[in-house]
C-alpha cells in the first residue's frame, strides 16, 4: 500500500513541478524549454530526486537556474500539494530520451544499409539467371 502512495505522490510531483516551473522567472531555465520526465520521492518524503529533460540551452546553466530555483519550487509545491513534509529536491538531467533518440537513428542507419546491400545484390541475380 506504502508503494501505490508513493507512485501517486511521484506522479502528483511531476505534474506539479512542471506547472510551476512555468512561473519560474530565471531565464536559464524558462528559456531552455525543460520538461519534468519523472520525480522519485524518498518513502520519508524527505527527499525527491526530479528528472529532466530540455530542448536547447548549456546543460550547466540549465542545471544552475533549477538548483537555484529549487527553493521557490519547494515552496510552491507546498503551497500546491497537502503533503506533511515538502521534500527537498535534487533535479537530474534525464538522458533517456536523447539515448533513445540516439538509438533509433543507428537503428534507421543500419536498415538503409541492409536496403542499399539489397538493392545492390538484386542486378546481379537477374544477370545469373539471364546467362543460365
Wanted: negative net charge; glycine residues 4%.
Amino acid at each position: 500500500m506504502a508503494n501505490y502512495r508513493r507512485g501517486r505522490i511521484n506522479d502528483e510531483m511531476v505534474k506539479e513541478v512542471a506547472q510551476v516551473l512555468r512561473e519560474v522567472k530565471d531565464p536559464r531555465v524558462r528559456d531552455a524549454f525543460v520538461s519534468i520526465t519523472g520525480a522519485e520521492v524518498t518513502p520519508d518524503l524527505k527527499y525527491a530526486k526530479i528528472y529532466y529533460s530540455a530542448l536547447s540551452g548549456d546543460d550547466k546553466e540549465i542545471s544552475r537556474g533549477l538548483k537555484a530555483a529549487a527553493v521557490f519550487i519547494r515552496g510552491a509545491l507546498a503551497r500546491r500539494m497537502n503533503l506533511r513534509i515538502t521534500p527537498e529536491l535534487t533535479f537530474i538531467r534525464d538522458t533517456s530520451i536523447a539515448y533513445g533518440a540516439h538509438i533509433s537513428s543507428l537503428l534507421n542507419q543500419i536498415e538503409s544499409e541492409r536496403s542499399d546491400a539489397a538493392e545492390e545484390s538484386e542486378p546481379t541475380e537477374q544477370n545469373d539467371e539471364k546467362e543460365s
